[in-house]
Nanobody, 113 residues
Framework: QVQLVESGGGLVQAGGSLRLSCAAS????????MGWYRQAPGKQRELVAF???????NYGGSVKGRFTISRDNAKNTIYLQMNSLKPEDTAVYYC???????WGQGTQVTVSS
């Protein structure tokens, strides 16, 4: 059983930055893919970014060039650096281990205009 705990969300003005963290209760070294999803009110959950075990990354179109995903295997943590935030980035952000049922509880990100 793996637990994922997100942190780092909050309220920020448009154009600002936040860094989200997702700490796993166990080693993430062997986990092939981890990533971030988000869900805005009234919308479906969407993929934000994912990172593979070897460090390859992929981003959703709306965040490409603004967000950066990274992983620190020594700390069993993945991160999402979010820059140039827009009001439409407002959502609950979830960490996930792909190809599993493991999700975090979510962290709220609110971007004011």
């Amino acid at each position: 059983q793996v637990q994922l705990v997100e942190s780092g969300g909050g309220l920020v003005q448009a154009g600002g930055s936040l860094r989200l963290s997702c700490a796993a209760s166990g080693s993430i070294f062997s986990i092939p893919v981890m990533g971030w999803y988000r869900q805005a009110p009234g919308k479906q959950r969407e993929l934000v970014a994912f990172i593979t075990r070897d460090g390859s990354t992929n981003y959703g179109g709306s965040v490409k060039g603004r967000f950066t995903i990274s992983r620190d295997n020594a700390k069993n943590t993945i991160y999402l650096q979010m820059n140039s935030l827009k009001p439409e980035d407002t959502a609950v952000y979830y960490c996930r281990i792909f190809q599993s049922d493991y999700w975090g509880q979510g962290t709220q990100v609110t971007v004011s205009s």
